[in-house]
């Protein structure tokens, strides 16, 4: 049997891992679950897993900062991910193990097959440098699937207008006119969206640049977003807004 553990945020992804080794008895010994990556860090210091579902975005951090802390990755990882597209294709040439989101049974079995015939680690971190190398490389993100209270939403990402923040949850507008609210923090989609001309005006808005339309100036001024929206800019954040409008405009 493979000692497994597992390092998801949400805990109805977890309970789907755990299901699916569940009918697997005889291949994992699911050790723990963990929901934080300092949990995640600990938990495989003292469980000394053989092998790790990890899921990509941890709350306001990534499975990719959980492996930089790792002292000696001994360990096989499947990546568990919503990321689609150019994502998936990181993770393919990377010949880095994913599952993703939500996660099918079929696929499932089919990563149960491979790790049946084999258990390979030694060459796993220079894989999971290749992959963190075409993540950054490749162009941008064009979908991801975001967790909703009823399951999963797929969006475009050019389909993004806005995100705002609201305490413990994040609403996501779309130029269809959608609302998707979900439980991830704004900081996670800051990270996830970076390299796809999105830029935090404020703590409470994370705004997609292709759709600013006017830029007004004032303290810290504020933008007028494509469905009419006004976004105040902070400050402190003024100056890098204006450089980073000003390349794309």
Do not use: W
Request: include cysteine; charge should be neutral; aromatic fraction near 12%.
């Amino acid at each position: 049997m493979i000692k497994t553990i597992i390092i998801d945020d949400e805990q109805h992804c977890t309970d789907v891992v755990l299901k699916l080794t569940s009918s697997y008895p005889d291949v994992f010994n699911v050790l723990g679950t963990f929901n934080t990556v300092e949990a995640g860090i600990e938990g495989t210091k003292s469980l000394q897993p053989e092998l790790v579902f990890l899921d990509v975005m941890i709350g306001n951090q990534t499975g990719f900062d959980y492996l930089k802390q790792i002292e000696h990755i001994n360990f096989n990882v499947i990546f568990t991910t919503a990321f689609e597209t150019y994502a998936v294709e990181a993770f393919r040439f990377s010949a880095l193990d994913y599952l993703l989101k939500p996660i099918d049974k079929d696929d499932f079995h089919a990563t149960v097959l491979k790790l049946q015939k084999v258990v390979e680690t030694s060459h796993l971190k220079n894989k999971i440098d290749v992959l963190f190398h075409n993540l950054k490389v490749k162009n941008a993100l064009k979908r991801i699937s975001i967790a909703t209270p009823d399951g999963y939403v797929f969006v475009e990402v050019s389909d993004i207008l806005y995100c705002n923040a609201d305490i413990n949850y994040t609403h996501i507008y779309t130029k269809q006119g959608d609302k998707i609210t979900t439980s991830k923090t704004l900081k996670t989609f800051d990270k996830l969206l970076s390299n796809n001309h999105f830029f935090r005006v404020h703590n409470s808005y994370l705004v997609n640049l292709n759709y600013v339309t006017k830029y007004t100036k004032g303290k810290g001024g504020y933008v007028t977003m494509e469905d009419n929206k006004n976004i105040d800019v902070s400050i402190r954040r003024k100056e890098e807004f204006i450089q980073r409008f000003i390349k794309i405009s």
